[in-house]
């Protein structure tokens, strides 16, 4: 038998969970806005993800099948551990599958795999505030939220385009969502971006140690800022998935040898190995077998 | 000829705070005519307040009574009570000023100084050039300078850029404070030439003039300030 | 619509606790008028000058303003969403300390173009385009639109921040000591600019300066200020030379002679 599971279920009191989903409901009822809420401690140091476990303990249930993805993997430390947390603490059922988990639990990756309605995506965010960078103080940027001021937005991305002649950001790339509130997406790159827009998966975002939730209900519109003559682009890779030869998935780099030898490979792997469960073959497919 | 300045009544006394709030009289019951296409004269010895007079009737200087009446656009206007918007109004289209000496702005070529009248009533830039360039010209003032900003010029040389500054426009009343001190027998009678063609124009002229042979060729008559001394009150 | 005032200030008045910032200052600004507020530190210009520029709520009267619709509003019974858009789009402000007007981590060309994309300009091209013209107009190389102002001197940031705001052709600016802290050869070539630009655009000013000669050069019109008070106002060439108030008589006779 489990001891903390018979404490409390999901770890956090029923006090806490109740605060929490107050600032959620809110959240969802005004897409976008950061609402403030009181975090708390949890059982591991700000940056792992103290954030998305409040939100997740929040609305878990005994009956949801948890996945969690750290950079898109299920096998990375931060994943296995939240993963293990939650079966330990709420005894659900846990899965690496997207399509069979009601809550998927992510750090900066949305799955490949279409979301359905009735999915929840919850975010880990480190700082919420799309604006904080370009100007420091929160009592101007909540102002500016609150009155629509966004042209700071824009000279981010004119500073950009001056300096490299594209829009460089690739990650953490701003949006607007239903027509009002310009929003971080946390650091997913800018390549889930597009995902966002009319997801029929609820997308809930939580930031621990700045203690602000935020939310994009299903089927809400979300734009990503851009300029009229240099439009939102999402990355391109030249090459598909050297395992699972997959195009159009977002790919990670990985370094092979000291010589520079290197593959990309899908960053998703649940999407990596369900195609090569079905037979799908890259050309390093073989490599792993071979070493 | 129409009244195109009417001066009533006008006094003046300084009230030096600094030392000790001493009341220093300069004129008192002012009182004289001039009329369109004349060129009046104040005449006096020095410290008479001839150029305070002048300087009030431009609004430079405030009136502690009185009133100064001039025609503007059809209506009679007080200056000495108007707001300093209606005088800056006044100055810009009623009341041209040739001061003793020039007040320099930094930068500004002597052209664009003496073309500002002009553009400050909406002229084209060039074409105000182009008259101020002229009025160059007929003053002697070598080319070379145009382009330069006056701050370094000679008296001489501020002067004739001063001269060219408040003769280009229309206006159909010029206030003159000796314009001719620093200048030259030739161009001396440039200024004549240019005054009797003011007056020719119909334009109402009241100068000071220490140059006795400037002084009798240009009046038309002398106002004795001497009797509106103030020292007479105090 | 030039007879009609553009700003309306309404026996304004500030306090700070018992101690008087303004007290009971009223004047009208027309379209293309200039404004000096002379006197010396803590006369209360700058609260006056905060006080009408929605920086600072005064403590009772009201500010009115000609809108560009000409409907008159009384600034203090706007939104807050109304002043701050009147703010970066019909006004200026030009602070004394160009890095509390700028973004100093951003290029001058994004600073230029920031109103605009404030307001909805979402074309790259277009943006750079009317920045780089407005670096020109206010002596700014083109070769310099991707530096950060910490790269140019006191001169160039204090154009720079006049450019800055005057990409939306706002018809008010509200300068604060704008010469303040620059040598003299620098000076001279800034005054000489705002002149032209506030002539050339038909702008309304209003300069708060301590330094007489700026006053002369830029104003038509002048306020002197002591311990909170106007104490005398008018033509700035009558003041000057004709100054009726004790204070006003101190202050033009303490100016330097070169």
Known sequence: MNIQADYNFAYLDEQTKRMIRRAILKAIAIPGYQVPFSSREMPMPYGWGTGGVQVTASIIGPDDVLKVIDQGADDTTNAVSIRAFFAKVARVKTTTHTSEATIIQTRHRIPEEQLRDGQILVYQVPIPEPLRFLEPRETETRKMHALEEYGLMHVKLYEDIATHGHIATTYAYPVKVEGRYVMDPSPTPKFDNPKMHMSEALQLFGAGREKRIYAIPPYTNVVSLDFDDHPFEVQKFDKPCAICAAEGVYLDEVILDDQGSRMFVCSDTDNCESRQAAGHRGELSGMEAAQ | MTAAITVCEISKTFTMHLRDGIQIPVVTGVNFVVKAGECAVLGGPSGAGKSSILKMLYGNYSTDQGQILLTHYGEQVDLSKAEPRKIIELRRDTIGYVSQFLRTVPRVSALDVAAEPLTQRGEDHEIARKKAADLFSQLNLPERLWDLPPATFSGGEQQRVNIARGFITDHPVLLLDEPTASLDAKNRAVVVDLITQKKAAGVALLGIFHDEDVRTKVADRIIDVTSFAGAKAA | ?258
């Open chain 3, 1 to 258: 619509m030039n007879n009609q005032p553009l700003l309306s200030v309404n026996e304004v008045s500030k306090f700070y606790g018992a101690r008087i910032g303004c007290r009971d200052v009223s004047f009208d600004l027309y379209p293309g008028e200039v404004l000096a507020v002379v006197g010396e530190s803590g006369s209360g210009k700058t609260t006056l000058l905060n006080c009408i520029s929605t920086r600072l709520e005064p403590t009772s009267g009201s500010v009115m303003y000609r809108m560009r619709d000409e409907t008159k509003r009384d600034l203090y019974q706007m939104s807050e969403a109304e002043r701050r858009f009147l703010m970066r789009t019909d006004w200026g402000f030009v602070h004394q300390n160009p890095a509390d007007g700028l973004r100093m981590a951003v290029s001058a060309g994004a600073n230029v173009g920031e109103r605009l994309m404030a307001v909805g300009d979402r074309h790259y091209g277009n943006i750079r385009e009317t920045a780089i013209d407005w670096l020109g107009r206010v002596e700014i190389n083109e070769d310099r639109v991707d530096d950060q102002p910490r790269a140019f001197s006191g001169g160039m940031r204090q154009r720079l921040q006049i450019a800055r705001n005057l990409v939306t052709g706002p018809r008010l600016m509200f300068m604060d000591e704008p010469t303040g802290g620059l040598d003299v050869s620098v000076q001279a070539r800034l005054l000489d600019l705002i002149r032209g630009l506030v002539r050339d655009l038909g702008l309304a000013a209003i300069v708060v300066t301590h330094d007489l000669a700026v006053a002369r050069l830029l104003s038509h019109r002048m306020i002197v200020m002591k311990d909170g008070h106007v104490i005398e106002s008018g033509l700035t060439d009558r003041v000057l030379d004709d100054p009726h108030e004790p204070y006003t008589q101190l202050l033009v006779s303490s100016i330097l002679q070169v």
